[in-house]
């Protein structure tokens, strides 16, 4: 009997202390280097995003090292590859929170794997900075057919770029407003969150201002040839036609529509900049899309110099993302004075006027996505990248 | 749906059938001869792509030259693993179940070997078609597909002509119906196989530079396989002339239902057509009684 109360009492003592050790938020050891954890697309179709954010990350890491570190101690960068894949990014996330007791993590810029982290981190209690624009991921009860009521926040999770539905609105606002457009179809894949989150926003801000939405066509994952539905969209006759998905997908679908002999002003979302002008080359001409930076940019030249002396190779968007994501947990570090997850956290959530490349970043605390961010609007003319307006803002939030 | 837009969707789906066909011939020929599902034609597919980008692109920017190059280099590719993952279970005389899972092995081994050394770009062949789709009236097709549909069946041709008329054809067709017995006929087996193989492996040469040309190379652009593999199950595994039929009607399938219910509902749609075609016809549309069967 004794040995059977002892044998329960024993298995529940394990029982609370492996869960307390799982759940408790780590923490970091007050001496050594600063940890800060980054899971990337290192591989797989992403892999470009992923790769120049890892470049502007370490940049940065190294800009802060060269100025004596932060509190006094070198800041360290562990990475790991999440291969487009939310499980990876899950196993990645874990890892980094609770073997490297790592003070934040700076996550990958795609939707599906941020959705997936998401709920981890908020049990695992170690704050993410990401890119991924996907409503749901700060806020997971978001609807996008209420998107005025957001729903309560995840405490561990911040984005540090204009989200999805504000994306949307940017670019179906210049299109209205700039390009005098009234009718509108879209072509995209829904088992991407980012680009079907791209889409609703769209058709919402679209049907906000008045205006019609003829209809939204639908492809799948790993499909590459759009030309049924953009036979439909043909016959449809809209006079803009948004496309928001993935680079190469981006390239085929106006490679394609220009076959068909579409005769329609494109309209893209931030994956169209480069190298979306290698990949589709002229088939891209006259299409508009909006994005964090633009290349003429005054205020960004010392950046391009910055980069360029470093890699020999200019930045691209997420060269720019990896900079100032860091930085901003970088900040956040220094704001908290401590490497405590939760601490970092608060620091994350009360920052204002963060000056990043991108702009100035004023974290919105109910929503943790960042308020009032202009982009710039650009567009290709003989496939080459030009700037049609810097900074801009929907006319009607 | 109005007469135009049909007859433009047929023309949409036909020429993507061809891409099918293309690649379900290319599946069928192994399946011919070794009787086992080979996966690792997509890895042939993925490696050609990238080859012929490079030769486009940095050695001979001439799209013949460079076409027929990735042609031989996919042919010896196929040789190549043969030799390095199938002959040496089969010497041993291995299970169909091993070469399965070798095949598929050596489709993700090329799959994130390329994503891990490439990954991180992408390959855009040189424009070498300016304009690419012929126009008549209000009705278009690509210029790429209408190859790719034009070479499926110049293949079929050739491959008809080698397996009724030529010596290796009939050690193919001998090999394929019992691969121990020609041995003792004084049939050298394995060269029956490379040979094999070989062909194949022109398949997937010639199917990675056209998919490559026509929607950019990356490292899972031999996953489009799928498809090959979906059209030779429905011609009847193992029939050429079946998977090229079976192609070209996924194709048109397709390309009728997406505008129709829709992009997420058509998959299901045709697997479910899929699965209620083989219960009332195993043997697939052609079957055995096709007359190219190596």
């Given at each position: 009997m004794n040995r059977k109360i002892f044998l329960i009492l024993l298995s529940l003592a394990l029982i609370f202390g492996w869960s307390s050790a799982l759940f408790a938020a780590p923490q970091q050891e007050e001496a050594g280097p600063i940890k800060i954890g980054m899971y990337a697309d290192?591989?797989?179709?992403?892999?470009?995003?992923?790769?120049?954010?890892?470049?502007?990350?370490?940049?940065?890491?190294?800009?802060?090292?060269e100025k004596g570190g932060i509190m006094g101690r070198k800041v360290e960068l562990i990475i790991y590859d999440c291969k487009l894949s939310p499980t990876e990014a899950i196993k990645a996330y874990t890892r980094l929170a609770q073997q490297d007791k790592v003070a934040a993590v700076y996550g990958?810029?795609?939707?599906?794997?941020?959705?997936?982290?998401?709920?981890?981190?908020?049990?695992?209690?170690?704050?993410?900075?990401?890119?991924?624009?996907?409503?749901?991921?700060?806020?997971?009860?978001?609807?996008?057919?209420?998107?005025?009521?957001?729903?309560?926040?995840?405490?561990?999770?911040?984005?540090?770029?204009?989200?999805?539905?504000?994306?949307?609105?940017?670019?179906?606002s210049y299109a209205i407003d700039e390009l005098g457009?009234?009718?509108?179809?879209?072509?995209?894949?829904?088992?991407?969150?980012?680009?079907?989150?791209?889409?609703?926003?769209?058709?919402?801000?679209?049907?906000?201002?008045?205006k019609t939405m003829l209809g939204g066509l639908e492809f799948q994952a790993g499909d590459k040839d759009y030309k049924a539905q953009l036979t439909k969209i043909k016959q449809l006759k809209p006079d803009g036609l948004f496309i928001c998905n993935y680079i190469t997908q981006n390239a085929n679908a106006v490679k394609q529509a220009r076959e068909l002999g579409l005769e329609t002003t494109f309209l893209g979302n931030n994956s169209w900049y480069k190298p979306m002008d290698d990949v589709a080359g002229t088939a891209a001409d006259g299409g508009y899309f909006p994005h964090n930076i633009a290349e003429d940019d005054p205020s960004l030249q010392w950046y391009f110099k910055k980069y360029e002396a470093e890699y020999g190779q200019e930045p691209r968007l997420h060269s720019f993302s990896g900079w100032d994501d860091v930085g901003?947990?970088?900040?956040?570090?220094?704001?908290?004075?401590?490497t405590d997850p939760e601490k970092v956290k608060d620091a994350m959530?009360?920052?204002?006027?963060?000056?990043?490349?991108?702009?100035?970043?004023?974290?919105?605390?109910?929503?943790?996505?960042?308020?009032?961010?202009?982009?710039?609007?650009?567009?290709?003319?003989?496939?080459k990248i030009k700037t049609a307006v810097l900074k801009y803002y929907p006319k009607e939030p | 749906m109005n007469f135009n837009l049909i007859l433009q969707q047929l023309l949409n789906g036909i020429s993507l059938g061809g891409v099918y066909a293309l690649m379900a011939v290319g599946f069928g020929l192994i399946f011919n001869v070794l009787k086992f599902s080979n996966f690792s034609h997509g890895g042939v597919v993925t490696i050609s792509a990238y080859f012929g980008y490079f030769m486009s692109q940095y050695v001979f920017p001439n799209f013949v030259?460079?076409?027929?190059?990735?042609?031989?280099?996919?042919?010896?590719?196929?040789?190549?693993?043969?030799?390095?993952?199938?002959?040496?279970?089969?010497l041993k005389g291995a299970p169909l179940t091993l070469f399965l899972v070798n095949s598929i092995t050596a489709a993700m081994l090329v799959q994130q070997f390329f994503a891990v050394m490439w990954g991180d770009n992408y390959y855009p062949y040189p424009e070498f078609i300016k304009e690419t789709a012929i126009h008549m009236g209000e009705f278009t097709i690509s210029k790429i597909y209408l190859l790719m549909l034009s070479i499926s069946a110049f293949v079929l041709l050739v491959l008809g002509y080698i397996i009724k008329?030529?010596?290796?054809?009939?050690?193919?067709?001998?090999?394929?119906?019992?691969?121990?017995?020609?041995?003792?006929?004084?049939?050298?087996?394995?060269?029956?196989?490379?040979?094999?193989?070989?062909?194949?492996?022109?398949?997937?040469?010639?199917?990675?530079?056209?998919?490559?040309?026509?929607?950019?190379?990356?490292p899972f652009i031999g996953s489009m396989i799928i498809k090959g593999i979906v059209a030779a199950i429905i011609g009847g595994m193992g029939s050429l002339g079946g998977g090229v039929i079976a192609g070209l009607i996924l194709g048109v399938a397709e390309s009728l239902l997406i505008a129709e219910i829709g992009a997420s509902l058509t998959p299901i749609v045709v697997y479910a057509s899929i699965i209620l075609l083989l219960l009332i016809r195993p043997e697939g549309i052609s079957g055995k009684t096709y007359i190219v069967k190596a």
């Open positions: 290192l591989s797989a179709g992403t892999a470009q995003w992923g790769t120049d954010s890892e470049k502007g990350a370490r940049l940065r890491i190294k800009e802060a090292n990958s810029l795609i939707s599906n794997t941020g959705l997936a982290v998401s709920p981890v981190a908020e049990q695992l209690k170690v704050p993410v900075v990401s890119r991924a624009m996907d409503e749901r991921v700060t806020t997971p009860k978001f609807d996008p057919e209420d998107p005025e009521n957001p729903g309560p926040v995840n405490p561990y999770f911040f984005l540090l770029q204009p989200s999805a539905f504000q994306q949307a609105a940017i670019i179906a457009l009234n009718t509108f179809a879209m072509l995209y894949s829904p088992a991407n969150a980012y680009a079907l989150y791209l889409a609703k926003g769209f058709e919402h801000y679209v049907k906000k201002r008045g901003f947990i970088l900040q956040a570090i220094e704001k908290a004075k401590s959530e009360a920052t204002r006027k963060f000056e990043g490349t991108i702009g100035t970043i004023n974290i919105d605390p109910k929503t943790h996505r960042p308020v009032g961010l202009k982009m710039s609007i650009l567009y290709f003319e003989g496939a | 030259i460079t076409f027929i190059l990735t042609a031989i280099f996919g042919g010896f590719l196929g040789v190549l693993i043969e030799k390095l993952i199938f002959r040496p279970i089969r008329k030529t010596k290796i054809g009939i050690a193919l067709r001998a090999v394929s119906s019992d691969i121990r017995t020609p041995s003792l006929m004084g049939i050298n087996i394995d060269f029956v196989i490379s040979m094999a193989f070989f062909f194949a492996g022109v398949l997937g040469g010639v199917t990675g530079y056209l998919l490559g040309m026509a929607f950019t190379v990356d």
